[in-house]
Structure formats: structure tokens, C-alpha cells
């Protein structure tokens, strides 16, 4: 059970800064937009 959790949180990773990289700039432009 440990490993399968383990294995999750290793793909999740990777994924999330894989994303980060594609959801930059939409962050910037939200916080442009809440800004004003």
C-alpha cells in the first residue's frame, strides 16, 4: 500500500512541474486581472 501511495505521489509530482510550466502564465494573467 505504501509503495502504490508512494508511486502517486512521485507522478503527481512530475506532473505538477510539468504544469507549472503551462499554468505560469495563466497564474500571471489572473493576478494582472485581480490586481486591477
Do not use: D, V, W
Not at 10 to 34: E, G, H, T, V, W
Amino acid at each position: 500500500m505504501k509503495n502504490i501511495i508512494q508511486q502517486f505521489i512521485f507522478i503527481f509530482y512530475n506532473l505538477s512541474k510539468r504544469m507549472k510550466n503551462i499554468f505560469q502564465p495563466f497564474i500571471f494573467i489572473f493576478l494582472k486581472i485581480a490586481k486591477e
